[in-house]
Nanobody, 127 residues
């Protein structure tokens, strides 16, 4: 069964850091691009970062560029999102997903076909 499990969220003060993890099961990340998204209640899910299958290309939205770093470990079927200099507006539920058909560059990220989602992990940035 295809499943993504996100972890690592929590409460952090502004300026702090968190590292999110994404474990994929029932789906090999080899050859797939991985993406991190976030969603605030009442708003659409927002794409924030993507990484190509061999980590050659990484995309970051303008909202997180320079503060977040995406990475992956294909051997462990894991992906990560290092989040530094966190701001209150980063508060959201964070999700990961992956796709075997994709386009990732520094300026754009597109996944094709049906996306599967986990339950997400809540990040709260507050003093």
């Amino acid at each position: 069964q295809l499943q993504f499990v996100e972890s690592g969220g929590g409460l952090v003060q502004p300026g702090g850091s968190l590292r999110l993890s994404c474990q994929a099961s029932g789906f090999t990340l080899d050859g797939a691009a991985i993406g991190w998204f976030r969603q605030v209640p009442g708003k659409e899910r927002e794409k924030i970062s993507c990484i190509s299958s061999r980590s050659a290309e990484r995309y970051y939205s303008d909202f997180v560029k320079g503060r977040f770093t995406i990475s992956r470990d294909n051997a462990e079927n894991m992906a990560y999102l290092q989040m530094d200099s966190l701001k209150p507006e980063d508060t959201a539920v964070y999700y990961c997903t992956a796709a075997q058909q994709w386009q990732v560059s520094r300026s754009s990220c597109h996944f094709f076909g049906m996306q599967f989602w986990g339950n997400g992990t809540l990040v709260t940035v507050s003093a």
